[in-house]
């Protein structure tokens, strides 16, 4: 069996994703990105409002050891808790309002619906990440 070959391949932070498609709300983030999950997640987990962080994160984790950061503890300090868990993969829920972030605010609790599943945050250079994200 032949070895995939790494491309380059265009992304952005999450935030500015959903901050372009005006997006208020997010009720489910599934994320599955090879083993960068923390290097996506841990700047948004730190940058966004609390009415953008998801109610449920749906994450591989089966690749933590490619891991840089401790996004277990980042998830764990802003009110994630796992909830259940497969061969891999993680659900994580946090409740509406809660948030341990200095100077966070509750989420509040009333929210535009508007489903983005089109666009999907990979590491790139703009995120400092520079590695190859695509295979053929």
């Known amino acids: 069996m032949g070895r995939a070959k790494e491309k380059p391949c265009a992304s952005a932070p999450l935030l ?6 005006k997006v208020n709300h997010v009720d489910v983030l599934k994320i599955d990105i090879e083993g960068y999950e923390d290097r996506a997640l841990i700047p948004f987990l730190d940058t966004a409002p609390d009415s953008l962080l ?9 690749e933590r050891d490619r ?9 764990a300090q802003v009110g994630y808790r796992t909830r259940a868990r497969s061969r891999g993969n993680a659900l994580l829920s946090r409740k509406e309002g809660q948030t341990d972030r200095v100077g966070g605010n509750p ?8 489903p983005v599943s089109h666009r999907i945050a990979q590491p790139s250079s703009r995120s400092g990440l520079g590695e190859p994200c695509c295979k053929d």
């Not at 891991?67 to 503890?73: A, E, F, N, T, V």
């Not at 989420?107 to 508007?114: G, H, L, V, Y």
């Open 16 to 21: 500015d994703i959903l901050t372009e498609a």
């Open 107 to 114: 989420a509040p609790t009333r929210f535009a619906r508007r």
């Open 67 to 75: 891991w840089q950061s401790d996004l277990m503890g980042k998830l």
């Open 54 to 62: 998801p109610k449920h994160i749906m994450m591989e984790d089966s």
